[in-house]
């Protein structure tokens, strides 16, 4: 099968890969780079769990070739904090509201509502329901996630 | 779920494109968004030999104001195109799936797609819009009217390419409105209903999911009389059973709904 | 105790590590592995005439391509029964790659091994098998008529039934006191199907060494899980070891164990000495790991004048689906937690366990649970409104009160055990559940309703669970129990009960879990077992280790061991906080050493201990070390409750249903972190309100699943849940040292009974099937209003 020679920056780094072109984005991250913070959850785009920055705007990984964004950049969960162990505002507020269990879909939701609190900084409760409305979660029940995103938009606003 | 084996084309211009298309016919498919194929492949409900991957073709990246309407270019996400003053596409858009999706999803691939149950079909029906085709050394507009052949099935031939759509401008001091019932939230709804009408008492409606292919009804004839212009909408429509829900309750949705929807477009038309 | 972390919302310590892509799920293993692909049954039911492999076999990076036929003697029996029932008479479990019968969708036929997985999935298309399509049984009713069979030598379908009767005080059985009644009422009642549906699917990763396997599951069970493949493999258990990593959500799907994929995997790994590696993808977690729910129940009631029920007689049909691997334990917990926070006159269940060509059926949290409750709760509903009563003081006049435990129900619970509910106060939880929603001031109007629920929750059930706690010389605490974890924040909790139990403060502690390299001996994390079970385990190892600390810290300190206390981890003489001496010196002094590797350790060694020379440096009935392990397992069962309100709207013409409202009193006993037991209310009503209002398993008359994508199965989004108010009754448990009760499923439990109440009040017509659609609720009006 032909493969081709891609390269994507992600969190910053250009990185090479050799794919063939069915290649989800997705499997490219986790597996040809070793990036197992973004997770498949459906592999149908429904759940989003393997949602990706894609030049700073929330995608489906699973809903992407890999071979089709060659030359893009590409935030994952990785990326989002500071330097080392430093955990970026929407992190924190996640681990302050409890606004993950299992932690298998948060990955997508730390990366939806990254974007979201950057498009708009303040929003209401509707604003954020609809933001994280395409993210599955079957553990908290929304709750402490929507609680979460307030209190990041509170630590973004300090 | 992982995707069959195809042969890949990146074409780096248009011209490169429509070449491309045109020799590979019926072997040939799309891959703009593929916000509704690459499921499709994931599942492996289709398996294409091979994929024109049209996402590096920036000039089709565009959303253009034409006689005061919008043309559409076949790279524009969905979230482009809602913030491009549209009045009914921006309502229209903010049913379409959630927001990431709408990030990767392309206007003019939802048309292609002509999935009976999406709202941008219903949105260019009403409209009276068209989507131009192209293959080298020729281009044509089809109409809304004649683009749309049924479920999943629109009037792009073998080696075309759909460059752009055309959704013309609401008529002057016109109202519309976009309502419809879905199971959960971004759900392709059970049924829908788009409404427009004008200062003058034209009302057209288009209808969602309920009919192999957008229904458009006008109830000028009928209008302000809204409950029997929905009655009229309720009648033309023709919906099926699914495992979401029955045709009659659907049928009633969509009389509710039409209703709802002139009253909605009417109280927002300018006298 | 200084160091006081039981009871407080501390932040998790899994959390760090799950915010920033550090988890390490089951996918996330294993990056050079092999991977794996099944071909599946396209039939609900067929005979496999013959499997054409051949096509596949150009494929490039195929492997290996294995079928029934390739199996050894032990692989190729049947899959175990795992929880056996003297009425599970005709219990019949699958084999691990279908022989020559497939009866249900989704079933496994081939075994593809491939470089990757898309590779594997290409095999999988061109292996060709040829099927004599057989009638599928499919609808519960159809299969217990048994005009079909899905099994040849299971007759009507039947795999089990069983009769519980508790006569009244008098000796009438329930016929009898439901005959002589004043009132009586008989309806039907129907449950569908849904599922766990963890966000993660299953996943089985092996690495074989040439004499040792070790395997990775995402299960809720681990030391089962390698007791199940050391026998099927035939390995000394000592070679296995089985760890459940990070495990992306579970939810009762994931204690059903081995399947198929847990043994051939491994097996798989072993004949091929490389890797190997199965990673469920959605569609076959749809078609081939396990659902719930499904049930019709009969219910018969008679009742007094005030409400007060005299007897009760349910009949239950229960969907197993194609096979019964774990036992019949739903419909036993449908039929004594149907009981609820009620004293019921006399009482009848009866169930048959009935086989469909469909998926088989394993408990989904809940487990049975939210069909009783939902029984029951219909029950009180039915009679308050066939007398006129307040539908809240119905309940309350057949609650057992608070004096009246222990309260025996005179049944068998599900653990074997007597089911005697060992603490509760009903009437202050309606109380405070009545005030948080608003009960008695509800402004009702058309289009909304409000209702109600309750149930009783057993909880922690045996037989045991062990901690083994160390404290090392650097002062750390290391914790392990061997119970696995699913996104329950165990790290925390059980990190919080050994940062109490020792005095240390908590970032001393860390906590494994699941991993049986580091304890052996556990039964898993299902039935709202794992604080209760390995949180008591825990904190009686701890007490070990504290009372063997204060010992030699007493010795060192030339104290009483009563006179001593540990705080921050330093070991000191109450009062006297200058005669102290860190919990690491300690750890040090308890393991008499030869040689030393560090600072810490030369106060240790043979010539610096001032150990008495006429005695061993071992003093008998000591072992060298600080540290401790213990079991806890428990006589019974306890007994958790709750209480549920919700306030619903419905549109008169689209008949969309609306939460406006949803209230929870939650009481499992003493709680150890509030803030985890809230999310875990938090998840469950959600799950609960998917059961409701969305989700369900759709099979068509042959026996396919319908809606087998997230697409078609409405999980609910944040859109659909709404906003949920909790308040906490705290009855400790008399059962164990911690005073805990189990909180992991409680919050899925009465959901379906609460929105049916709301919506039944909103409407005026009886709500009797859940869960139910707005197309539904359309059609029940529109015959309603003919």
Request: glycine share 10%; proline share 7%.
């Amino acid at each position: 099968m032909r493969r081709h020679d891609i390269t994507l920056v992600v969190n910053g780094v250009a990185r090479q890969a050799s794919v063939p072109a069915r290649r989800l984005l997705s499997d490219c991250l986790r597996h040809d780079l070793g990036l197992t913070g973004t997770h498949v959850g459906c592999e149908h785009g429904v759940c989003g769990c393997c949602t990706v920055l894609l030049d700073g705007q929330p995608v489906r990984s699973c809903l992407t070739f890999a071979v089709s964004v060659d030359g893009h950049e590409i935030t994952t969960v990785e990326g989002l904090g500071g330097d080392g162990d430093s955990l970026s505002p929407v992190q924190q507020a996640f681990a302050e509201c409890h606004a993950l269990q299992c932690g298998f879909c948060t990955p997508g939701f730390l990366c939806t509502v990254t974007a979201l609190l950057r498009d708009n900084p303040a929003p209401t409760d509707e604003e954020v329901v609809e933001g994280i409305s395409g993210n599955l979660c079957r553990c908290t029940g929304y709750q402490n996630i929507v609680k979460a995103v307030h209190r990041a938009a509170e630590l973004m606003a300090e | 779920m992982k995707p069959p084996p195809f042969e890949y084309h990146a074409p780096r211009d248009l011209d490169e494109a429509l070449d491309t298309l045109a020799r590979l016919a019926e072997r040939g498919k799309v891959l703009a968004g593929g916000q509704s194929l690459i499921p499709m492949l994931n599942m492996r409900l289709t398996a294409p030999e091979h994929l024109v991957d049209v996402n590096r073709l920036a000039e089709l990246d565009t959303v253009e104001t034409e006689d005061g309407g919008l043309r559409v270019g076949a790279l524009a996400r969905h979230s482009r195109v809602g913030r491009a003053g549209h009045p009914l596409l921006r309502q229209a858009l903010k049913l379409v799936a959630h927001p990431v999706i709408r990030n990767r999803g392309t206007v003019v691939g939802s048309l292609v797609h002509a999935d009976p149950a999406a709202e941008l079909p219903a949105v260019l029906a009403l409209l009276g819009g068209s989507v131009r085709l192209a293959r080298p050394g020729r281009t044509r507009d089809v109409p809304a009217a004649e683009f749309f052949l049924g479920p999943l099935e629109s009037a792009v031939e073998p080696g075309e390419l759909a460059v752009s759509a055309f959704f013309p401008a609401l008529p002057p001091g016109a109202g519309c409105a976009f309502l419809e019932v879905a199971r959960r939230h971004g759900d392709f709804a059970l049924a829908g209903v788009c409404a427009l009408v004008t200062p003058e008492g034209h009302a057209r409606a288009a209808c969602v999911g309920v009919g192999p292919v957008p229904i458009v009804v006008d109830v000028s004839e009928r209008a302000p009389d809204w409950a029997a212009a929905a009655r009229a909408v309720r009648e033309a429509a023709e919906p099926d059973d699914d495992i979401h829900a029955t045709a009659e309750y659907r049928g009633h949705l969509v009389g509710v709904l039409a209703e709802r929807a002139f009253r909605e477009a009417a109280a927002s038309a300018k006298a | 105790m200084t160091t006081q972390l039981f009871g407080e919302r501390v932040r998790r310590r899994e959390d760090p590590r799950l915010l920033t892509g550090q988890g390490r799920y089951l996918d996330d293993l294993g990056r050079d592995a092999l991977a794996v692909a099944f071909v599946r049954s396209p039939h609900a039911h067929a005979r496999i005439r013959d499997i054409d492999v051949s096509g596949a076999l150009d494929v490039e990076g195929l492997v290996a391509v294995y079928t029934y036929e390739d199996l050894p003697e032990r692989l190729a029996e049947p899959l175990p029964l795992l929880i056996p029932h003297p009425a599970l008479t005709h219990g019949r479990t699958a084999h691990p790659l279908a022989k020559d019968v497939v009866r249900h969708v989704g079933e496994p036929v081939v075994m593809v091994v491939a470089e990757d997985r898309y590779l594997a999935e290409d095999a999988c298309g061109l292996i060709e098998v040829d099927y004599e399509v057989l009638k599928p049984v499919v609808g519960i009713e159809e299969a217990a008529q048994g005009a079909q069979l899905v099994h040849e030598d299971v007759p009507g379908n039947v795999g089990a039934h069983m009769v519980q009767e508790v006569p009244a005080a008098d000796g009438r059985s329930a016929r009898e006191a439901i005959e002589t009644a004043p009132h009586t009422l008989a309806f039907r009642l129907d449950i569908e199907r849904s599922a766990s549906m963890p966000l993660e699917g299953r996943g089985v990763y092996a690495r074989w060494d040439g004499s040792d396997l070790r395997v990775y599951s995402s299960t809720q069970t681990s030391t089962s899980v390698r007791m199940a493949i050391a026998a099927k493999l035939e390995l000394p258990l000592p070679h296995v070891e089985v760890i459940a990593p990070d495990v992306g959500g579970g939810f009762g799907v994931k204690i059903m164990h081995p399947w198929p994929e847990e043994i051939l995997v491994p097996w798989a790994a072993m004949l091929l000495g490389r890797p190997v590696k199965w990673t469920e993808d959605r569609r076959e977690h749809f078609v081939s790991s396990a659902h719930e729910r499904g049930q019709v129940h009969y219910v018969r009631v008679g009742f007094d004048d005030e409400g007060r029920v005299q007897g009760l007689e349910v009949t239950i049909l229960h969907d197993h689906g194609a096979y019964t691997p774990y036992g019949i334990i739903v419909p036993i917990i449908t039929s004594t937690q149907l009981l609820g926070p009620y004293r019921i006159g006399a009482y009848r269940v009866e169930f048959s366990s009935i086989y469909t060509n469909t998926v088989q059926v394993t408990p989904y949290r809940g487990a049975g649970r939210p069909q009783g409750v939902f029984c029951m709760e219909r029950t009180m509903d039915k009679i308050a409104q066939y007398l006129g009563l307040d539908r809240a003081a119905v309940r309350e006049r057949n609650f057992i009160q608070p004096d009246e435990f222990p309260y025996d129900q005179g049944m068998i619970f599900q653990d074997g055990r007597p089911l005697i509910y060992d603490s509760g106060n009903y009437p202050e939880m309606l109380r405070m559940v009545k005030e948080l929603i608003g009960w008695d001031s509800f402004d009702k109007r058309p289009h909304t309703g409000i209702g109600l629920a309750c149930y009783v929750e057993g909880t922690g059930v045996g037989p045991y669970e062990g901690g083994h706690v160390q404290v090392t010389s650097d002062g750390r605490v290391h914790v392990s129990t061997g119970l696995t974890s699913q996104g329950q924040g165990h790290e925390t909790v059980f990190a919080q009960i050994a940062a109490t139990e020792l005095g240390v403060p908590i970032e001393k502690v860390s906590v494994v879990t699941g991993d049986t390299r580091r304890f052996g001996y556990a039964v898993g994390t299902f039935a709202s077992r794992a604080a209760v079970m390995s949180g008591n385990a825990i904190a009686l190892a701890c007490r070990k280790v504290r009372e063997k600390a204060l010992r030699i810290a007493a010795d060192a300190l030339e104290a009483d061991p009563g006179d001593l206390e540990i705080t921050e981890g330093v070991v000191h003489v109450k009062g006297a906080p200058g005669a102290s001496i860190p919990l690491a010196t300690v750890a040090v002094l308890a393991n008499p050493l030869r040689y030393a590797f560090d600072e810490e350790a030369r106060r240790a060694t043979q010539f610096a201990s001032a150990a008495a020379p006429d005695r061993p440096p071992v003093a008998e009935g000591e072992e060298p070390g600080l540290e401790g392990r213990d079991y806890y397992s428990p006589v019974r069962s306890t007994f958790a409750a709750g209480m549920h309100a919700a306030i619903v709207e419905t549109d008169p013409d689209t008949a969309e249903v609306r939460i406006l409202r949803y209230a929870v009193v939650h009481d499992c006993g003493r709680l150890i972190n509030p803030m985890i037991v809230e999310g875990q209310i938090h998840g469950g009503v959600a799950q609960g309100v998917g059961g409701a209002l969305y989700e369900r398993m759709v099979y068509d008359s042959h026996g396919q699943l319908l809606n087998a994508s997230f697409m078609d199965f409405l999980m609910p989004y944040a859109t659909e849940v709404p906003r949920i108010e909790t308040a906490h009754l705290e009855t400790p448990s008399p059962l164990n040292p911690l005073g805990i009760k189990g909180a992991g499923e409680a919050g899925v439990i009465p959901v379906s009974a609460v929105l049916a109440s709301a919506i039944e009040d909103a409407e005026g017509l009886p709500i009797d099937r859940m869960p139910i659609s707005p197309a539904e609720l359309y059609h029940l009006r529109q015959s309603r209003d003919g």
